[in-house]
């Protein structure tokens, strides 16, 4: 099975702040990489596929980029509402394998 | 929107078994391949299988080959998830979902609100 590793678990930031997200594959995934969002007693929402193509009524400030095995999700200015977890998912083989998670926090 | 409706939390004894619905409107199940995926608290989520389009077969992923069945009702468009020989372990939220775009190698782009399973004794 390919192992998803994000990093960090954790992360505090403020309302206007640029937050970086990474997740790490074992193995290579061709692009086949997905990011979700997820709030708590909410469904997970798909927020970018194949690495950096934003689902429609995504806010644009949220941006997916990298290959091979190594992809940044980014929100290039946080708002209150995206406080959330967030998990990394690749298509590339089955089973198809999810980060443990980073939660995005107030500070 | 795709709206998937689940049905409502179950607690189940060991070794018994559970059947999740999952039922969708706006679209057909034909026009989608259906997934499950379950979380366990405190840790990530995990691909449970799923209809692959390009085959028209389901898949499930091995950890879970032999005790967990897929089906759908195209009649009443609802999908079901069925685990078996159910453990402590299996304590978790349940989640349909849907990959619209046609492959295999896709996304899951609408969930389910989730069906919370608890196995006790």
């Known amino acids: 099975d390919i192992q998803m590793t994000q990093s960090p678990s954790s992360l505090s930031a403020s309302v206007g702040d640029r937050v970086t997200i990474t997740c790490r594959a074992s193995?290579?995934?061709?692009?086949?990489l997905n990011w979700y969002q997820h709030k708590p007693g909410e469904a997970p929402k798909l927020l970018i596929y194949a690495a950096s193509t934003l689902q429609g009524g995504v806010p644009s400030r949220f941006s997916g980029s990298g290959s091979g095995t190594d992809f940044t999700l980014t929100i290039s200015s946080l708002q209150r509402e995206d406080f959330a977890t967030y998990y990394c998912q690749q298509s590339y083989s089955t089973p198809r394998t999810f980060g443990q998670g980073t939660k995005v926090e107030i500070k | 929107q795709v709206p998937l409706v689940q049905s409502g939390a179950e607690v189940k004894k060991p070794g018994a078994s559970v059947k999740v619905s999952c039922r969708l409107s706006?679209?057909?199940?034909?026009?989608?391949?259906m997934h499950w995926v379950r979380q366990a608290p405190g840790e990530g989520p995990e691909w449970m299988g799923g209809f692959d389009p390009e085959d028209g077969e389901t898949i499930y992923a091995q950890k879970f080959q032999g005790r967990v069945t897929m089906t759908e009702d195209t009649s009443t468009n609802t999908a079901y998830m069925e685990l078996s020989s159910l453990r402590s372990e299996d304590t978790a939220v349940y989640y349909c979902?849907?990959?619209?775009?046609?492959?295999?190698?896709?996304?899951?782009?609408?969930w389910g609100q989730g069906t919370l399973v608890t196995v006790s004794s």
């Open positions: 979902a849907t990959d619209s775009s046609g492959f295999w190698r896709g996304y899951f782009d609408y």
């Open positions: 193995q290579s995934l061709s692009g086949y």
């Open positions: 706006g679209y057909t199940l034909t026009e989608l391949s």
